[in-house]
């Protein structure tokens, strides 16, 4: 079966430092990858979403940045963090192709983002 | 970035109740989509929608996706404290893509 794992759950970083937030998807291949924002008491905002390994689409401009090194791996970064950059941050997956039948996104657990 | 209108923002409500919230949008969508997200956690899909006028039942939840395509809505029967979430309406513009538009969330509290 596909699970999808995202760490840390937690983090807490000081401005103008760097982040690094990493998602693998298992039991699958070639997924569409997506990174989404959740500010407090917010809607989720699509950061960036990815079709394939090095293929990164960004929605929103924006403080951050991401990547695709392997097929089943999503980064999020920031070389420097800013107080704004505080939120939920979720990745998603789901199989190319099946959006048409709605099978939608399987999202991992979330990373609480507190800059401070 | 392009999100759709959900109502109720929030909704309090008492043990045993009926909840109703919608979901609305300028632009017709193909698929539509209902998640819950339960608190710290990632949104989990409840109920998908293919279909204009299609009306869909998921044990309590019911979710209909509206003939003009460009609505829909999600009821939940008898609420349960652990029906508290935020609850997210989501759809698909396009055929050629598998991008999803959230709506803005509908936060539930049930009180026993």
């Known amino acids: 079966s596909q699970t999808i794992h995202q760490w840390p759950a937690t983090l807490v970083q000081p401005v103008g430092s760097p982040l690094s937030l990493e998602c693998t998807v298992e039991g699958t291949s070639n997924p569409n990858l997506y990174w989404y924002r959740q500010a407090a008491g917010r809607g989720l905002q699509l950061l960036f979403y990815s079709v394939g390994i090095g293929q990164i689409s960004s929605e929103v401009p924006q403080n951050l940045s991401a990547s695709r090194p392997q097929d089943r791996q999503f980064i999020l970064s920031s070389k420097k963090l800013l107080l704004s950059d505080s939120g939920f941050y979720l990745c998603?997956?789901?199989?190319?192709?099946?959006?048409?039948?709605?099978?939608?996104?399987?999202f991992g657990s979330g990373t609480r983002l507190t800059v401070v | 970035g392009q999100q759709l209108n959900q109502s109720p923002q929030s909704m309090f409500i008492q043990e045993g109740e009926d909840v109703s919230m919608n979901c609305t949008s300028s632009s017709i969508f193909n698929t539509w989509l209902w998640y819950k997200q339960d608190p710290g956690e990632g949104p989990v899909l409840l109920i998908a929608?293919?279909?204009?006028?299609e009306l869909t039942s998921n044990g309590r939840l019911t979710a209909q996706f509206g003939i003009t395509r460009k609505d829909s809505f999600l009821n939940i029967s008898a609420s349960i404290p652990s029906d508290v979430g935020i609850y997210f309406c989501a759809g698909q513009l396009g055929y050629n893509t598998d991008k999803l538009i959230f709506g803005t969330g509908t936060r539930l509290q049930v009180f026993p």
């Open positions: 929608l293919y279909k204009a006028g």
């Open positions: 998603a997956w789901s199989v190319p192709g099946q959006g048409t039948r709605g099978y939608g996104y399987t």
